[in-house]
């Protein structure tokens, strides 16, 4: 059984929707056991409305919620009861595969930094976000953790981001876009200009160079690599054109004749499913790369779509054992000696 731990009181609906999610992932899922972190009592009330396989959930009991107006660095060392703090402990003793969170993103950045912890040799771990495109998916990395990068974090993103892909989405090799201003390699800032030979270097990496925001829509890449800024403004605006679009959609469908209403009819199922394509809940949530154990961020704003479509990415992750290709294809790139030093990696 593949172990997930599960936040149950991060989120705006918590801990409402997040149990919802959790139960409806049961039955999407025969190999996984669910461990659900906060108060007792009051999950164990939520879950005796539904039907479901009780040998497969688990209570354990965390009374401190960390909120979002918290500094996340002394929350996480202070709130020891907490559902977060709790639920990395069982990741990091092993006791659980994988943790879901819609809480804090502070918070659950600096707890898989500072309690699961990196994989030796890994600068930086980034939040990587599946988007759709024109041609299916991409993976967006960083697009939270890190705004303040390097070149080489930035490397290292599209290294992992490639080992994701391959093993998730079974891509044998996956083309790499570094978002820039322009396709033209003499353009962008310094992080750019100073990423794109260590990228173009890198005989694993298919490497494509630079792509611009709107070509990511189309699909131009499977891995777009990003510092957390730039991502997360990608991030952002893409779900908000997506959320307009929909609702612009649907407005016009009300407001037109019986005509239009009755064409919209013939047609509704082709346009649900392809509309169903902006919907990023389907995609489960954004998971850390480079951690020794994994742990994914989920909206906060989540009614449960999400987390349970995460519950069945972190099977997945697991069962592919991401977590050590990761660090097996770092090892193999270089020797201990040249591998941050402990010192660098406390930073």
Known sequence: ??????????????????????????????????????????????????????????????????????????????????????????????????????????????????????????????????????????????????????????????????????????????????????????????????AMPLLRADEELNFQGSVEARDIVEGSCDVVVADAFVGNVVLKMYEGVGKMLLTEIKDCLRQSGPITLLGAALIRKSLKKGLSKFDAKRYGGAPILGLKGLVVKVHGNTDGTELKHAVRQCADFCRRDIVGKIERSLLAEKSEEALPDREEEKG
């Open 1 to 194: 059984m593949i172990k997930v731990a599960i936040d149950a009181m991060g989120g705006d609906e918590s801990p409402e929707a997040i149990v919802k999610g959790a139960v409806e992932s049961l039955g999407e899922t025969e190999d996984t056991k669910l461990f659900l972190f906060g108060p007792k009592e009051r999950i164990s009330a939520l879950l005796s409305q539904y039907s479901f396989d009780r040998e497969r959930v688990e209570l354990v009991n965390a009374e401190d919620v960390i909120s979002l107006h918290e500094s996340p660095v002394l929350a996480i060392r202070r709130k020891k009861d907490s559902s977060i703090v709790k639920g990395m402990q069982f990741v990091k003793e092993g006791k659980a595969d994988a943790l879901i969170s819609a809480g804090s993103s502070g918070a659950i950045l600096a707890g898989a930094q500072l309690i699961v912890g990196r994989i030796r040799g890994i600068y930086r771990p980034p939040l990587a976000a599946l988007i759709p495109t024109r041609r299916g998916v991409c993976l967006l990395t960083d697009c939270g953790a890190n705004v303040d990068a390097s070149p080489e974090w930035l490397l290292q993103f599209a290294k992992m981001g490639s080992i994701y892909l391959r093993e998730m989405l079974g891509i044998e090799r996956p083309s790499v876009g570094l978002v820039n201003i322009g396709a033209e390699e003499e353009k962008g800032d310094r992080l750019v200009k100073e």
